[in-house]
Nanobody
Framework: QSQLVESGGGLVQPGGSLTLSCVVS????????IGWFRQASGKEREGISS????????YYADSVKGRFTISRDRAKTTVYLQMNSLQPEDTAVYFC?????????????????WGQGTQVTVSS
């Protein structure tokens, strides 16, 4: 069975940093584009960052560009999201998801497999 499991969420002060992890199992890791999404209370889910199967292409939404960094580790079948300079508006449930390798980073359809989400709260 296929699983994506997020971890690393929690409470952080404004201006702080947090790293999220997404461990992928039951899939051939190198055949999938991986994306990070978030959903704030009362708002629609939005795609914020994604990385292709070879780690040669990345996408960042304008709201996180320059603050967040996505990466993937083939040996650990894990995708990371390093989040810096966090602000209260970053508060949301964060999800990782997998799409077939032909999905270009920045496209948000065809994501078939999803994690359970991890809560990130930015507050003083």
């Amino acid at each position: 069975q296929s699983q994506l499991v997020e971890s690393g969420g929690g409470l952080v002060q404004p201006g702080g940093s947090l790293t999220l992890s997404c461990v992928v199992s039951g899939l051939t890791f190198d055949f999938y584009t991986i994306g990070w999404f978030r959903q704030a209370s009362g708002k629609e889910r939005e795609g914020i960052s994604s990385i292709n199967s070879s780690a040669g292409s990345e996408y960042y939404a304008d709201s996180v560009k320059g603050r967040f960094t996505i990466s993937r580790d083939r040996a650990k079948t894990t995708v990371y999201l390093q989040m810096n300079s966090l602000q209260p508006e970053d508060t949301a449930v964060y999800f990782c998801a997998a799409a077939p390798y032909w999905v270009v980073p920045g496209q948000w359809d065809e994501y078939k497999y999803w994690g359970q989400g991890t809560q990130v709260t930015v507050s003083s």
